[in-house]
């Protein structure tokens, strides 16, 4: 079993971050110790969300830290440019030497920052991912962060050969950003959604049908479930491998319309 600090935001609703960090950890025979960046109502996708950010994020850390012998911090939702800051701070007094970061870079999607965030938010991403086992930014995250034009990618996405595209596009980001290994993921074709692992060894590809709706939160929950497999010792690959399989399963299990509300996961917790 591994202890692992969860540093992002609990949602009443959308079935995402904690509430999909939590479980997947457990079911996984990990300790989950969450560090809160905000309580919400809701995850924002839904209008009138109310939250109370943390701004006692580094005493919590400092305090879980003199408590546990942590084996990874894994980084989430931030509510802004302070609580990066303060993260970016608290990671590098209290990582632990052997232990391991992973960096979920939550900024935006479709190409577009979230309205919470900004130039100067993606500026000081770039620091708190440096030095950090792997991250996991979708395909808008990782053109921000390596200053690649999404809009012209993506214009690219029905020619043949368009994950070789996409790995050529971010060739040397494990240089430019400091990082060990990464997971690009939902790069989406026609017919197919892909996720990119790139490693030092080489990039190599994990694919799944499309499903009709994209849901809200499938990050959180890949991201978990990739984490929690490769702290039981498994490849990069098939980490995400499994991940992949665990999202595209759990749409498939999941009945309601409303994408706001994430997925239905419970089903495939057995699966880890």
């Not at 960046?37 to 995850?43: E, I, L, R, T, V």
């Not at 996409?166 to 074709?189: N, P, R, Y």
């Not at 991940?243 to 917790?269: E, H, P």
Request: charge should be negative; charged fraction near 15%; aromatic fraction near 10%.
């Amino acid at each position: 079993m591994k202890k692992i600090a969860v540093i992002t935001d609990l949602s009443g609703l959308g079935n995402c971050s904690l509430t999909a960090s939590i479980p997947v950890f457990a079911a996984a025979g990990h300790q989950c110790v969450p560090v809160l960046s905000g309580a919400f109502s809701a995850q924002t996708g839904f209008d009138g969300f109310r939250y109370v950010a943390n701004d006692q994020m580094y005493d919590f850390l400092q305090h879980v830290v003199a408590n546990i012998q942590l084996d990874a911090i894994y980084t989430g939702f931030l509510t802004g440019l302070a609580q990066l800051e303060t993260v970016k701070q608290a990671v590098a007094d209290f990582l632990p030497k052997d232990a391991s970061l992973f960096v979920d870079p939550i900024m935006g999607d479709n190409g577009k920052l979230y309205p919470l965030y900004n130039d100067q938010y993606v500026h000081q991403m770039r620091g708190l991912v440096r030095g950090s086992t792997c991250i996991t930014p979708n395909l808008t995250e990782a053109c921000f962060l390596c200053d690649v034009d999404y809009n012209a990618l993506v214009a690219q996405s029905q020619e043949v050969g368009y994950l070789g595209i996409v790995a050529k596009a971010f060739d040397g980001i494990l240089d430019k950003l400091g990082v060990k290994s990464a997971v690009i993921t939902g790069v989406e074709m026609p017919e197919m959604i892909a996720n990119v692992v790139v490693e030092r060894t080489g990039v190599r590809f994990v694919t799944n049908d499309r499903c009709p709706i994209k849901y809200s939160g499938t990050g959180d929950v890949f991201a978990s479930v990739l984490i929690s497999t490769l702290l039981r010792g498994s490849t990069l690959y098939q980490a995400t491998g499994l991940a992949s399989s665990f999202v595209y399963n759990s749409i498939l299990d999941t009945k309601w319309d409303d994408r706001r509300f994430g997925i239905n996961f419970t089903n495939q917790l057995r699966k880890l």
